[in-house]
């Protein structure tokens, strides 16, 4: 299985960026898409970003011209790059990788802080 760990959270004010970083280790040969999630306080866990082993990049529309993803496969590294950021972008981000071989066999980051003050 994957092993992921998130790193760049922190507080930041609105307008601010934030660059957060995810490293994977273990066995990656199975991965279809690595990207970020996000949850914030009494709210459902949701998608922000991935890019596919192809290079398919895909967006909430929450975020969509002020986040952008970039993998590194040397690294083996995905980062999101957050810029114009705002109170509503407050959450604990997650790392993600979506498995060729089904969702049972996808892996989390255990999540990072990201808080936005106005």
């Known amino acids: 299985q994957v092993q992921l760990v998130e790193s760049g959270g922190g507080l930041v004010q609105s307008g601010g960026s934030l660059r957060l970083s995810c490293k994977a280790s273990g066995k990656k040969f199975g991965i279809f898409a690595m990207g970020w999630y996000r949850q914030a306080p009494e709210k459902e866990r949701e998608f922000v970003a991935s890019?596919?082993?192809?290079?398919?990049?895909r967006y909430a529309d929450s975020v969509k011209g002020r986040f952008t993803i970039s993998r590194d496969k040397v690294k083996s590294t995905v980062d999101l790059q957050m810029t114009s950021l705002k109170p509503e972008d407050t959450a604990v981000y997650y790392c993600?990788?979506?498995?060729?071989?089904?969702?049972?066999?996808?892996?989390w980051g255990q999540g990072t802080q990201v808080t936005v003050s106005s």
């Open positions: 993600h990788v979506e498995s060729r071989y089904g969702s049972a066999e996808d892996s």
């Open positions: 890019m596919s082993e192809g290079g398919t990049i």
